[in-house]
């Protein structure tokens, strides 16, 4: 799973609670990928940070999605409030080499 | 819109079989060509990547690129049960400006012994 560590792996909650997302890269990399796939949507970028600093938040679908990298080893999602539209797997993925990327294990979200 | 088009399947092929599957892409700036397999409740797996037009071996994979088509397709020769997965192709966003990938909404391979 591409070095990252994802956690929590599943989470259910209910709708109109936040959520936080974590994804932690084994050695550290300073630029990385969040990603949401559903089976309406497929797989769709939500973020991607580069030196830590968010350079394309063009697929955080509204102002209840933020996402920060505060070092090379940690990046969060939090989803405030959620709803249930919100239910997906929620990957991060690290880039490398020429152009690609690697994912991370996921976390699957589940909002009632 | 850029888009990467897959048909969704099922592909069916039987075990030793030669499976077939195909992308289509918009962007004809895009320079990398990714394939990545999806089990079922998995993260997608990188397993081949292609930048220039023609093919690509790697063991019973084969990854080919037409640029001029817009097209990447990729053949797995000797099916295995195991290759039962879904496959997403990914195709580069050339001005993106940094390696934003569009993926595909992926094909459905099932090997049936």
């Known amino acids: 799973d591409a070095g990252v560590i994802q956690s929590p792996r599943h989470e259910v909650t209910e709708m109109g609670q936040e959520v936080t997302l974590r994804c932690k890269p084994i050695?550290?990399?300073?630029?990385l990928f969040w990603y949401r796939q559903t089976m309406m949507r497929g797989l769709e970028l939500l973020i991607y940070f580069n030196n830590n600093v968010p350079i394309d938040d063009s697929g955080m679908p509204e102002d209840r999605f933020s996402a920060k990298m505060p070092n090379a080893s940690f990046s969060t999602l939090k989803i405030q409030p959620s709803e249930p539209r919100d239910s997906a797997v929620y990957f991060c993925a690290l880039p490398s080499g020429e152009n690609e990327q690697f994912f991370g294990p996921g976390t699957r979200l589940t909002v009632l | 819109q850029k888009e990467v088009e897959q048909n969704s399947g099922p592909l069916s092929v039987p075990e030793g079989a030669i499976a077939s599957l195909n992308c289509t892409y918009s962007?004809?700036?895009?320079?990398?060509f990714f394939w990545y397999r999806q089990y079922s409740g998995k993260s997608p797996e990188l397993i081949m990547s292609?930048?220039?037009?023609g093919d690509k071996e790697d063991g019973r994979f084969t990854a080919q690129l037409n640029k001029a088509s817009q097209y990447v397709s990729l053949l797995i020769r000797d099916s295995q049960p195991s290759d039962s997965a879904t496959y997403l192709c990914a195709v580069n966003d050339a001005p993106g400006g940094y390696n934003k990938l569009i993926f595909g909404a992926g094909t459905r391979l099932a090997v049936h012994p």
């Open positions: 050695s550290g990399h300073n630029s």
């Open positions: 962007d004809r700036g895009s320079q990398s």
């Open positions: 292609i930048y220039s037009n």
